[in-house]
C-alpha cells in the first residue's frame, strides 16, 4: 500500500469524527460480543478494573461495568503499556486538568469483541477477534489547524488519543491503564500481531522520535556524513539516537549525567558520548564537542531533556548555519534564557519544534521497531521496570527518581 492509499484510508477514519459523539450501543450490539472468540478464562467478563487517577500523586484501582461494544467499537484486553513522561506530569500536577481520568496512550492489547463495521485497521490491514493491536492520535479535519494545515494533523486542535481523555460516565475504560479498553468509533489503531509485547509497547514512543528526525531532515540540514548531537539521553533522547542509526547517521554524540543511559545510548548507535558532570562549565562541554567536529560545532542538535537550562545550553553545541529540534517541551517546564543574537541570528540557526505525531506516521515507525530487530540495536532493553495495575503510584515514582529507563504496566492477568 503506498502513501497515497494510506493518508486516504486515514482521512476517511478521521472524518467520521466530525461533530460526533461516540455512540451508544443498539441492543443488537450485545449479542456481538457474547459470539466473539473467548478471552483465555473462556467469556468476557462484566467488569473491568482501571488504575483511576483521582488525585495529585493517587492512583486508586476501581471497577466499572464493561459498556456495550457498539457496531463501530473494539473491546481490547490490555496486556501493556509505557509510561511516558506526559504520564507522570498529570499525576505530578494535572497539567490537562484531566482528574479523575485513566491515563495510558502506549498501550497495547488483544481484540476480544468488535462491532460489526470493524473490517480493517486505519492502515487497511484486514483484523479479527485475537489480533493484537496499538492505537494512534485521531482528529477532527474541522479546526482552524486541520483546514489551514492538512499535512500537519499533529497539531489539530481537538486532537484525540487514547489514555489522554476525559473520564465520561457511559465509559471509563479509555486509558490503556486498566485491564481492557473500549475504544469508540472515531480511533486510529493498528494491527501489530506479529510483534512482540515489549515491542508494541514502545511504538507510540517511537512514533515521536520517528516525527522529530522527519522535522529535522526536513531542514536539509542533515547529509548522511552530519554529526549530531542529542542532549539527553532518556526514553526519547535514546530512541531518536536509534532512529539515525537506523537512517545511515553514523557520527551522533550523546549527552547525559547518568552513565547507565550513556552506555544504552552506544548500544544504540551513538559514536561518541559525553558526561556533562565530567565537566565545571558550558564552555568546557562546548569544546568538547568542537572537539569532536574539527572545532566547528554540531551540523544538528536534539533537545530531548525537558529541563530549561539544558533548552538553554543546547544553542551553544550548533555550528554556524547549523540546525536544531526542540522536543523536550510537551508540557511547560519553565522559561530558558538564550541570546537571540548570539545563539540563533548570527549563526543562523535553523530551529524546528516537534509536537507528538500524526497516525501517518505509524506505518514508518512500526517498520523502524522492526528494522532495530533486524539490524540488532536492542530497542527493547528501554524497559527496564514493570509494574501491575496495583502499582501505578509506585511505578511513578520510580520514573520520577530515574531508578530505570523506560517504565511499563504489564497486565499480570493476561
Known sequence: MNESEVAALVSQVLKEMTGQAAQAAAPAAAPAAKSAAPVSNGAIPKTAHVAMLTALHKFEVQEYPIPPVGDDDILVKVEGCGVCGTDVHEWNKDPFGLIPVVLGHEGTGTIVAMGKNIKEDTQGNPVKIGDKIVTSVAVCNDCAMCKLHPELPNLCQNAKIQGLLPDKASNHLQGWFSDYMLIEKGATFFNVSDMSLDQRMLIELCAVAVHA???????????????????GMGPVGLVVCAVLKTRGYRNIVAIDGSEMRLEMAHKFGASHIINYTDFKSTEEKVDCVKSITHGLGADFAFQCTGAPPAAAEVWKFVRTGG??????????????????????????????????????????????????????IPLTDLITHRFGLDEMNEAMETNVAKKGIKIAYVNKNF
Not at 540546525?323 to 540563533?344: K, S, V, Y
Not at 540557526?349 to 516537534?354: E, N, Q
Open 213 to 231: 528526525v522527519r522535522r529535522a531532515t526536513d531542514t536539509g540540514l542533515m547529509p548522511l556524513g552530519a554529526t549530531i548531537v542529542i542532549q
Open 323 to 376: 540546525g536544531m529540534c526542540e522536543m523536550g517541551f510537551f508540557t511547560n517546564n519553565g522559561d530558558c534564557t538564550i541570546n537571540p543574537h548570539l545563539d540563533i541570528c548570527q549563526k543562523e540557526i535553523t530551529v524546528v519544534g516537534s509536537w507528538t505525531y500524526g497516525a501517518l506516521e505509524y506505518p514508518d515507525t512500526i517498520s523502524f521497531v522492526k528494522q532495530c530487530c533486524e539490524m540488532g
